[in-house]
Every structure is written in structure tokens, then in C-alpha cells.
């Protein structure tokens, strides 16, 4: 009879359960400041959702749908570039996205065996204190003073849309599809609806967005996400606001998607973008007394220790916009506090940004925001069609916002829709960092001609002196 092999009992400072943003970029920052540090991840791949399925498989197919919708729809006519027999290679385009995630994943592999950190791969779950089991690969008991829990989330559905993995589907499926659908319906009109939603209709699909809410991108900066509507209007997505969906089923050769008091859609694909879920399934919570809130996030105090003893949550599992670059700070802010007693995020200063054609991107307050705390403010804006190199781009489309205290004038708030937003935007989240006021800003040199001149001329709007308008 074969024998069972035995599990090994191992001890670690620190154990971390999940190898997303979160939990790789906490296992580093450990290394660097001298613990021994294990890190638990299911998948065989390190990254997470953000570089498996997330962040940068979407990155890769948007830069790659914008290039071809550029040449194939004309855009680059008015250069004088002229092409001809322009077609879609799709196979080829989702080499190149593999290619990049499969760099990204190694990339982090690499920097684990740079730092010495501890990879088993398998399922982990807390057994009581100090104590996490793996299960699958790398079986193991682990004993550990700190445990970190990063497990991140997974795409939600809503009650009557049943995913069936292939032509119901979430993200996971539409960064995959192995045709350019006829018509897509997306369901959610957030940011994983609208990027994906551009990449396929930049190849081709029709798109029809419905969104629940009254607004399209529901908590950004409302007079940003009304610009932003019109525009994707205008390259050839549709929008019904207020469609409360009731079902979404696969029927022959397509889906048919019904919604509250419309006409069902007929479509051959769904993607379902309703937002995302902590994923806290078999974490073994139970444990060491541990509770998800109402939303399945792991409650965390402001330095993201759970109630049990020793045990800390960051990431998508907690409370907080769900994004890799809070994942990563919370990771280092975790991490520096059990070793140096101080770790600290500024939750004021993170920027948000959708990578559409016009990206979006915010940090800080919206309006709407401040006038609901009734904070007085001022605001300056300024179009992206009076500079002088969006208009060399040919990307005169969106402007930039700054929202400053009417009495201070410290930044508040940056709304920015246009060409590079999500780079323009990292400016302003310094600013706010180091608690600039919108002079500071505006006061400072910008090269010429650049679009972060923008960025000034907003600041200068603020006390109403923009120069080129
Ligand atoms: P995750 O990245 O989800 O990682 C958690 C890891 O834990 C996973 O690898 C999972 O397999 C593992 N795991 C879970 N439970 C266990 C267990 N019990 N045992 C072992 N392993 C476990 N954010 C941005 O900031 N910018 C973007 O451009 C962006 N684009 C996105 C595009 C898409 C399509 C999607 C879906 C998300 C995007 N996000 C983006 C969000 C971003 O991916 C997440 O906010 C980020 O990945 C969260 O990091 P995390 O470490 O908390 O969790
Ligand atoms: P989201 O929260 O951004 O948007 C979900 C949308 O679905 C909302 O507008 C919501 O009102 C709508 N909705 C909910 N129920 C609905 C229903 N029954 N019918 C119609 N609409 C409905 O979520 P997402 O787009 O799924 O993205 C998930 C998370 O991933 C987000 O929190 C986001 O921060 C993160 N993400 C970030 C980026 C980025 O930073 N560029 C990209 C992709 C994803």
C-alpha cells in the first residue's frame, strides 16, 4: 500500500495568504525588512486577478484594440498616414496579451526568489492562532506570529443572469473571447464594463451597455462621467441608464437579456460587470472567531488587524475602492507597522483611473462629495482643446478639474478626462500627498509643450487666471 506522505509542520515570522497586488507586494517589503516570509497562492501563476485576469490582460487588449481601431477606422488619415487591406489578426492580439501577462507573473516569481521569500502553492486556510493549513501542491502546516489575508475577490452576478462560463460570462471570459462578437451586452456601466466594452467595440461588436443607475461610472465626478457618456456615445456604444436587468440566458446560438419595462435584448454574448466580491470562501475565518461584514469584506481597524490576534486583511478582501495600487500600499503600510510599529495609507490620495479612449482618471473629492459635507470650494477647468499639444495629437477631447478649499485653497480634489489622464493624474495625487494648495500647483513649471499643461492651466483657473483662454 502507498504511503501517505507526511505534512511537514513549518515555521515562518509571517505567512500571507494570496499573491495578488496585495499579497506579493506585503511578501516583498517583508524580505526587505528581515522576516522570513511564506506566501500562499492557489494558482499556479503569482499575481493575482490583477496580473492573471485583471489589470494587465485588459491593459494589453485596450492598447492593442486602440491601435487597430486607430488605422482601421482612419484616425491617422489627418497625419497623412494612409493604409490600406487593414485587418483584425485577434489570435495575434491575444498572443501579445499573453505575452505581457506571462512576463508580469515571471516577473514576480523572479523578484520572490530575488528576496527570498517562501512560495507554496496550494489552497491556504487559517487553523485557529498562528496557524494556516495548505492544501493541494505544497501541502504544509504553517505556524506564524503575523498572517496576512489577501485573497482578493471574484467577479459577482446578480439573480436571474447565471454565467455559464462561455457566452454568459465575466471579465474572465471577455479578455478571452476567440471572435469579436456580433453584439455584446454588458451588464454595468462601471469600469470593467466600459474598458472591455471599448476594446470589443473597437474590434468591431456592436455594444450595448446597461447600467442600473441613473449615471454611467456611479460615484466618479458626475460632470466628468456625463462628458465621458457622450463621447463613447459618439464611437458607436449605446447606453440605457435606469435598465434594471431581470435575466440574462443562453438561447440556440445566442443570449437573450431581459431588462425592467424594455424590449429583451437578443445578443451572442453577456458580459456581466456588476462589481466584484471578497473572496473569503474556506479561509478558515470561523477559526479564530472571525466575521465577514454585509458585503462578505473582512472588517480591518485602521491598521488592518483583524479582531483576532495577529491576523491582518488588505486588498479587495477589505474595505475600499478595489484596486491593485491600494492593495500594494496597504501590502507595505501592513507590513512596516509589524516590524517598525508605523505604516500608514493615505486613503485621500488615491488615484482612480479607467483606461478608455479618453481615459478617466480622479483623486481626492468630487463635488458632489463636497457638497455634501458642505465644504466650500473652488474649482478651475481647463479643455484639453486649447493646448497645444493635444492638438498636435489630435486628442482635444475632455478637460482637467481641480477642486480646492475656497478658504485654504489645498487641493481637494482632480477630475481629468482626456489623452494620458491616468499619467496627468499622478501630479495631482502628489499634490494632495504633500497637502500642495492649487497656487503651489500653478506656480510650478511645465515643460511646453505637454499635456501637463493642462494640469496648470486648472490650477491657475482656480483663482480664475488661466493664460491660454
Ligand atoms: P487579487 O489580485 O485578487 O489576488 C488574490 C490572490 O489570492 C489570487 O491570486 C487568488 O488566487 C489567491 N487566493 C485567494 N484565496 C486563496 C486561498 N485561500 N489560498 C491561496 N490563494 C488564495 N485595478 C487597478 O488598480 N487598475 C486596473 O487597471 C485594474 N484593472 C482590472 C481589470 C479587470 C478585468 C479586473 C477584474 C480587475 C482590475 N483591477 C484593476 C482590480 C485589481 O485587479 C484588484 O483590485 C487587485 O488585483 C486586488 O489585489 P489583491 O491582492 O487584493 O487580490
Ligand atoms: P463597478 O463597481 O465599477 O461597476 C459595476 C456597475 O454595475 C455599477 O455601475 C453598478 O451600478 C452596475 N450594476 C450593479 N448591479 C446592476 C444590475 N443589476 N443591472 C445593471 N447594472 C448593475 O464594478 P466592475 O466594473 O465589475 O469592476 C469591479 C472592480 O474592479 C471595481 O471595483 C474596480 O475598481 C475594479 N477595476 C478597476 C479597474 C481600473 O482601475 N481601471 C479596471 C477594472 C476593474
Not at 487591406?85 to 507573473?105: E, G, I, Q
Not at 495548505?134 to 501541502?139: I, P, Q
Not at 455594444?207 to 466618479?220: A, D, F, S
Not at 497637502?435 to 515643460?447: K, N, Q
Amino acid at each position: 500500500m502507498a504511503s501517505k506522505k507526511a505534512i511537514p509542520t513549518i515555521k515562518h515570522d509571517l505567512v500571507i495568504i494570496g499573491a495578488g497586488p496585495g499579497g506579493y507586494v506585503a511578501a516583498i517589503r517583508a524580505a526587505q525588512l528581515g522576516l522570513d516570509v511564506a506566501c500562499i497562492e492557489r494558482a499556479r501563476d503569482l499575481g493575482g486577478t490583477c496580473l492573471r485576469v485583471g489589470c494587465i490582460p485588459s491593459k494589453a487588449l485596450l492598447e492593442a484594440s486602440e491601435r487597430y481601431a486607430e488605422v482601421a477606422h482612419g484616425a491617422l488619415k489627418r497625419f497623412g498616414v494612409r493604409a490600406s487591406d487593414v485587418s483584425l489578426d485577434l489570435d495575434a492580439m491575444m498572443r501579445h496579451k499573453k505575452s505581457v501577462v506571462t512576463a508580469n507573473t515571471k516577473g514576480v516569481s523572479f523578484l520572490f526568489k530575488k528576496n527570498g521569500v517562501t512560495r507554496y502553492q496550494g489552497h491556504g486556510r487559517l487553523d485557529g492562532p498562528g496557524t494556516v493549513v495548505v492544501d493541494g501542491e505544497d501541502a504544509a502546516r504553517l505556524e506564524a506570529k503575523h498572517v496576512i489575508l489577501a485573497t482578493g475577490s471574484y467577479a459577482a452576478t446578480i439573480p436571474g443572469v447565471v454565467l455559464d462560463g462561455d457566452r454568459i460570462g465575466t471579465s474572465d471570459q471577455a479578455i478571452a473571447y476567440d471572435q469579436v462578437p456580433d453584439h455584446l451586452v454588458v451588464i454595468g456601466a462601471g469600469v470593467i464594463g466600459l474598458e472591455l466594452g471599448s476594446v470589443w467595440a473597437r474590434l468591431g461588436a456592436k455594444v450595448t451597455v446597461l447600467e442600473y443607475l441613473p449615471t454611467i461610472l456611479p460615484g466618479m465626478d458626475a460632470e466628468t462621467a456625463r462628458m465621458a457618456q457622450k463621447i463613447f456615445k459618439k464611437q458607436g456604444m449605446s447606453f440605457h441608464l435606469g435598465a434594471r436587468v431581470t435575466s440574462a440566458r443562453v438561447e440556440g446560438d445566442g443570449c437573450v437579456v431581459e431588462v425592467e419595462g424594455l424590449e429583451p435584448f437578443a445578443c451572442d454574448r453577456v458580459l456581466v460587470a456588476v462589481g466584484r466580491r471578497p473572496y473569503t470562501e474556506s479561509l478558515g475565518l470561523e477559526s479564530v472567531d472571525l466575521e465577514v461584514d454585509e458585503r462578505g469584506r473582512i472588517p480591518v481597524n485602521e491598521h488592518l488587524e483583524t479582531s483576532a490576534p495577529g491576523v491582518y486583511a488588505i486588498g479587495d478582501a477589505i474595505v475600499g475602492p478595489m484596486l491593485a495600487h491600494k492593495a500594494e500600499e496597504e501590502g507595505v503600510a501592513c507590513v512596516e507597522r509589524i516590524v517598525t510599529g508605523y505604516g500608514h495609507v493615505n486613503y485621500d490620495a488615491v488615484p482612480g483611473v479607467v483606461y478608455t479612449d479618453p481615459e478617466i482618471a480622479s483623486v481626492g473629492k468630487t463635488e458632489e462629495e463636497l457638497q455634501e459635507a458642505g465644504t466650500a470650494y473652488s474649482k478651475g477647468t481647463f479643455p484639453f482643446s486649447a493646448n497645444g499639444r493635444a492638438r498636435a495629437l489630435a486628442r482635444t477631447e475632455g478637460q482637467v478639474k481641480i477642486l480646492a478649499d475656497a478658504k485654504t485653497d489645498r487641493i481637494l480634489g482632480a477630475h481629468i478626462l482626456g489623452p494620458r489622464a491616468g499619467d496627468l493624474i499622478a501630479e495631482v495625487a502628489v499634490a494632495i500627498e504633500m497637502g500642495a494648495s492649487a497656487e503651489d500647483l500653478a506656480r510650478s513649471v511645465h515643460a511646453h509643450p505637454t499635456l501637463a499643461e493642462v494640469v496648470k492651466e486648472a490650477a491657475l483657473a482656480v483663482d480664475g487666471r488661466s493664460l491660454h483662454r
